[in-house]
């Protein structure tokens, strides 16, 4: 299974970006996909995901202003972030959930005050 992940960027405080992330190969049933972020000092961390019944699970702190939704024809995920702050600023990877755990190579997005 490949990911390549898209859409990352430098945008300043308070503006959007959207990121999306396409699997490709061997793929079978897609049970979640979602996004995580690995930020300055901070560990590895959920962003969002959304489940085969396009259940969403959201960080606190992208609640209110992100949105995960997909596109099953295409199996791409994608994640709407809105209201950007300099907090959000790291490398997101997608991950794949399908007869294992695949990960994306990761987008830079960074966010300036």
């Known amino acids: 299974v490949q990911l390549q992940a898209s859409g990352g960027g430098l945008v300043q405080a308070g503006e959007s970006l959207k990121l999306s992330c396409a699997a490709s190969?061997?793929?079978?049933?897609?049970?979640?996909m979602g996004w995580y972020r690995q930020t300055p000092g901070k560990q590895h961390e959920l962003v969002a995901t959304?489940?085969?019944?396009?259940?969403?699970d959201y960080s606190e702190s992208a609640k209110g202003r992100f949105t995960i939704s997909r596109d099953k024809t295409k199996n791409t995920v994608y994640l709407q972030m809105n209201r950007l702050k300099s907090e959000d600023t790291g490398l997101y990877y997608c991950?794949?959930?399908?007869?294992?755990?695949?990960w994306g190579r990761g987008t830079q997005v960074t966010v300036s005050s």
């Open positions: 959304i489940s085969r019944d396009n259940r969403t």
């Open positions: 991950l794949v959930k399908s007869g294992g755990n695949w």
């Open positions: 190969g061997n793929i079978f049933t897609i049970n979640v």
